[in-house]
């Protein structure tokens, strides 16, 4: 076993302990640059069903709602004009770690940023010496589908994606934003041909998310994984996750219950113990659906009032109020108490020359404040970012490189 690499990135939903960079100095606008193009932090962690967050932390011994209201200020205590928009607190999923959260009216069609995440960066031919997940390599859980990067590099290529890519939490039947590939750019920092920096960062800018319908102020923002991850998942926490198919059935259920008993006005004496029977002796078919009907008569209720003022009974309607019955209920205020940043810097590129893209502040941040959280994912063994090819005459595989990822790793030990 080789030392440990300690990956910090600009990235959110690790399942690891997670560390927090703090601004230095007191500047209107500072870049924070490196060869990695990205300035980096780590706060949280997402996907993983057993983490248990509490709502009203601190941050350097402040509750979030003053600590943010104190990095609003400029210099001279006067307000700044920048307005944050897109927040981290815990998702409204329970036990499913950090999410994104929106505290204005987004439409539908409608960028979330006015800019592009982070740079995507390529993973060549991760598993082509041996399965990484052998390894416990939790980045793994990180990585897209990486059709048209680097493929000309690699046989197969996958994707490591930040910020919002990894932070989005994934409903399976309230996915809200879908992404968008950004330019490749290889003039960055003179062009790839001429740079001295060249292959040292990524040329890929990211992702551009934009909503897939109207997200309202306090939503939280989900992303689509496809089911597939799920599915890739078994015998994890992943087995118990309804898909989009199971809500429909979930709904098919209800509407006959409607339908046939509470659409009618039929007595019938109901009790959270009854419908609890009902869902436990539906779990015994099948406990994906059963998890998606109501656990208390008033949430049947609030599902049946919905039904009236929508004035439908639809299998798609009823699946919809279904699934916003799975995640707890939030608003602005809560957002703004419980929630940080995630705007205060953009990506640019870097002041430092052949250093490719660097991060930019767009707000002012105060000395010691949280310039922007992102997960700690460890690597276990360095040399599981070694890049090997094929040697046919020997039959063997060579090393011959190391991934880019690597540039984007701390802690090179």
């Given amino acids: 076993m080789k030392s440990i690499i300690a990956l910090s990135m600009l990235r959110i939903g690790s399942a690891v302990a997670a560390q927090t960079i703090y601004a230095e100095f007191q500047e209107q606008s500072a870049e924070c640059a490196g060869l990695d193009g990205t300035c980096n932090a ?134 809200n934003v879908i992404p968008q590939n950004a ?27 934009h909503a897939e319908l109207d997200i309202n102020a306090g939503q939280e923002i989900f992303c ?42 039929i007595e019938f004496e109901a009790s959270d113990e009854i419908l609890g029977l009902v869902k436990s002796i539906a779990s015994k078919h099948n406990d994906r659906i059963a998890s998606t009907l109501p656990n208390t008569m008033e949430a049947l209720g609030e599902i049946v009032e919905k039904i009236k003022t929508r004035g439908s009974d639809s299998i798609e309607d009823i699946a919809k109020f279904l699934a916003e019955n799975t995640i707890e209920k939030r608003d602005t205020s809560w957002i703004l108490e419980n929630g940080i940043c995630m705007e205060n810097i953009k990506p640019g590129i870097s002041n430092i020359e052949h250093a490719g893209r660097g991060a930019f502040a767009q707000n002012h941040i105060a000395m010691g404040a949280i310039v922007s959280p992102g997960p700690l994912l460890n690597i276990v063994d360095k040399d599981l970012l070694n890049m090997y090819e094929y040697n046919e005459e020997e039959a063997h595989f060579e090393l011959f490189t190391k991934q880019l990822l690597l540039n984007y790793c701390f802690g090179h030990v």
Avoid at 92 to 113: H, M, Q, V
Avoid at 122 to 133: M, N, Q, R, S, T
Wanted: glycine content about 10%.
């Fill in 183 to 209: 330019k490749y750019d290889d003039t960055i920092g003179g062009g790839r041909f001429s740079n001295p920096g060249a292959g040292a960062f990524s040329y890929h800018t990211g992702h551009d998310f």
């Fill in 42 to 175: 780590a706060t949280s962690s997402n996907n993983s069903a057993n983490n248990t967050i509490q709502s009203n932390y601190t941050v350097l011994g402040e509750t979030i709602e003053n600590y943010n209201a104190s990095n609003v200020k400029s210099g001279n205590g006067e307000e700044h004009p920048f307005q944050c928009s897109i927040y981290m607190a815990p998702s409204s999923i329970p036990n499913a770690g950090f999410g994104l959260y929106t505290i204005r009216d987004i439409k539908a069609r409608e960028a979330l940023l006015p800019f592009t995440d982070a740079p995507s960066i390529p993973v060549c031919d991760e598993y082509a010496k041996g399965d990484l997940e052998l390894h416990h390599w939790n980045h793994g859980d990180y990585l897209w589908g990486g059709t048209g990067l680097a493929e000309f590099e690699c046989e197969n290529v996958s994707e490591s994606v930040v910020t919002f890519g990894s932070m989005c939490n994934f409903h399976t039947y309230l996915a």
């Fill in 224 to 265: 689509d994984y496809g089911e597939t991850w799920l599915d890739t998942r078994e015998g994890t926490f992943a087995d118990h996750v309804p898909r989009e198919d199971d809500f429909n059935k979930g709904a098919a259920a209800l509407k006959s219950i409607h339908r046939n008993l509470i659409k009618k006005d």
